[in-house]
């Protein structure tokens, strides 16, 4: 389970650079490219698009980082209880 969330988390990560990349600061980017805004499903259905992608990638990677952060924190104590310690021998 932990290796299908880390797997998870690296693409959604992937895709997110992709996404960020698209999008120009300056109000431009992808979105420019198909024309004015008078289109049909143009611009500004576009812009909504690629932000509400870039919000769910980004809720994606965190809270599967916090899922795995909690599981391997739950596991980590029980580890090192049942590690076998080694004791100095007695003079």
Not at 13 to 20: A, C, Q
Not at 31 to 52: C, M, R
Not at 60 to 80: H, K, Y
Request: hydrophobic share 45%; net charge negative.
């Amino acid at each position: 389970m932990d290796t299908l969330f880390s797997i998870i988390i690296v693409i959604s990560s992937i895709l997110l650079v992709g996404v960020v990349f698209i999008q120009n600061p300056k109000g431009g980017g992808l979105s420019s490219d198909f024309g004015a805004a008078q289109q049909i499903g143009g611009v500004q259905k576009t812009n909504d698009f690629i932000d509400k992608t870039t919000w769910g990638l980004a809720a994606v990677v965190a809270v599967l980082s916090i899922v795995l952060t909690i599981r391997f924190s739950d596991s980590a104590p029980a580890a090192q209880e049942e590690a076998p310690t080694e004791q100095a021998p007695e003079n």
